[in-house]
């Protein structure tokens, strides 16, 4: 196995945080969070990656509130879109290969089919919008890049939306109401991390745009009910419609990505997403 120098973009967040923790016994990685650099400064984050040299760089850092987008546009385009286009052109300019982590809000929602890499995405929310503007200054900037979609994440240590759903109902919460009418893929920070380590460990060079969402769909409401059952919650969840819970950003009615482009380079395919969430309720320390 070829060790490598990995630099990660908001290698504190969430994902960074699993990729660092699984990646450190192989690779030698460089965390480039907000404590360390910025990646909206190009000059500065320039600077900053021209001294690591690496040989890739996993681009996890965006502004990720969904709702908080709606309201701070500006932020959301400077970090997601433009933030994007300044680590694609550093990548290029120190000849490293980018991975961008990017999202199923990219689609609209409105097919009833999973939608593949190759469909065309139509994001209707500012955070999607943004994330997509960002996929584009990847294609234009970077002669080497792997664009990698992932959807309803949660990981060690959240904020997800099953952290909020432990914490309501071990703060005794009775009836917890959660939409039933929006289909997806939860997928795990742990399965992304083991992906993407494949991904680059393997013998092939992979370019181009691939979703890594978990196996398999649920709704919200049924993804609250598996992980109350798993954590052995008595929990009263009540099944409710997206206009019945409000919310500022327009989100996918069906969020479900097929993972076409593992499957046409005979790559194995992602973990049912019930088996991923089991393995996250066991281990996470609630
Ligand atoms: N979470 C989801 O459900 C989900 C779903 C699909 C796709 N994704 C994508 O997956 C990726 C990782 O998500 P996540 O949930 O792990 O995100 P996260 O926890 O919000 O981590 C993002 C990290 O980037 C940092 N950051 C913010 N501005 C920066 C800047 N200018 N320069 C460098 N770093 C900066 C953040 O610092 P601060 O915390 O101080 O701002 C944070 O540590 C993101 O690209 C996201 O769009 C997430």
Known sequence: MNSKKIMITGGRGMLGRQITDDFKSEHTIYIADIDDTDITDLDRFHKFTKEINPDIIIHAAAYTRVDGAETESDFAYKLNALGSKN??????AVKAKIIYISTDYVFDGVSSKPYNEYDTPNPTSVYGKSKYAGEVFVKENSSDYLI?????????????FLHTMNRLSVDGVNELKVVNDQIGNPT???????????????????????????????????LAVAFFKLRGFDQKVTPCSSLEYKTSAKRPANSQLDKMNLR??????????QDALKEFVDIENW
């Not at 680590?87 to 290029?92: D, G, N, Q, R, T």
């Not at 993407?196 to 919200?220: A, M, P, Q, V």
């Not at 046409?264 to 997403?273: D, R």
């Open 87 to 92: 680590v694609a052109v550093v990548a290029e």
């Open 148 to 160: 990698t979609r992932i959807s309803w994440l949660y990981g060690l240590g959240g904020p997800s």
């Open 188 to 222: 795990s920070t742990i399965a992304v991390s083991r992906k993407l380590k494949s991904l680059i460990n393997s013998d092939i060079d992979l370019k181009g745009i691939f979703h890594l969402t978990c196996e398999g769909s649920t709704s919200w409401y049924d």
């Open 264 to 273: 046409l380079h005979n790559l194995e395919q992602m973990p049912n997403w």
